[in-house]
T-cell receptor, first 111, second 112 residues
């Protein structure tokens, strides 16, 4: 069945360093969403990408959707302690299909 | 305030004792979904609903039931819980087709 993978599983960075997590799907996606979950919290929506090659920015966060719509990335510039948490990507084969989440990348930021 | 609520937040039960976890949203969303979260596995979808009386299986539906009699409520039913259903459960809602999903605070279930 459809699978969504993420790498790395864990990332420890020094505050101020950059961070990137990668998301790869076994099938072409109609859209991809990114969520952030703080320790002890619930997932919170960050963004949805729908177009091939799309790039969106939110302050220090840059999101990309691959040309083939099978992969995506989230890049954080100059990490801060407030960026700590687990970042999940989630994709759908069509907009009317079930949502498949990746296993997440857990980010730790060392002050 | 727009929100998704779940009850109970914590539950310890024994094998075989039927239980229901409630989920309610006040955003008039068509789409609602249940996920379970286990370490290293991320969020796995159990069931989802596109509207009243319309539900479909997610990736891990075995051992669970759902119903969608009203738009705002989407309860998750475990008819005969087993220890492998010990997990953190999240309910979520969204407009349809799915865009931004709003998650509830989670229900931590332990089955002994």
């Amino acid at each position: 069945g459809q699978q969504v993978m993420q790498i790395p599983q864990y990332q420890h960075v020094q505050e101020g360093e950059d961070f990137t997590t990668y998301c790869n799907s076994s099938t072409t996606l109609s859209n991809i969403q990114w969520y952030k979950q703080r320790p002890g919290g619930h997932p919170v929506f960050l963004i949805q990408l729908v177009k091939s090659g799309e790039v969106k920015k939110q302050k220090r966060l840059t999101f990309q959707f691959g040309e083939a719509k099978k992969n995506s990335s989230l890049h954080i510039t100059a990490t801060q302690t407030t960026d700590v948490g687990t970042y999940f990507c989630a994709g759908q084969k069509t907009s009317y299909d079930k949502v498949i989440f990746g296993p997440g990348t857990s980010l730790s930021v060392i002050p | 305030e727009a929100q998704v609520t779940q009850n109970p937040r914590y539950l310890i039960t024994v094998t075989g004792k039927k239980l229901t976890v409630t989920c309610s949203q006040n955003m008039n969303h068509e789409y609602m979904s249940w996920y379970r979260q286990d370490p290293g596995l991320g969020l796995r979808q159990i069931y989802y609903s596109m509207n009243v009386e319309v539900t479909d299986k997610g990736d891990v539906p075995e051992g669970y039931k759902v119903s969608r009699k009203e738009k705002r409520n989407f309860p998750l039913i475990l008819e005969s819980p087993s220890p492998n259903q010990t997990s953190l459960y999240f309910c979520a809602s969204s407009s349809w087709p799915v865009k931004e999903q709003f998650f509830g605070p989670g229900t931590r279930l332990t089955v002994l």
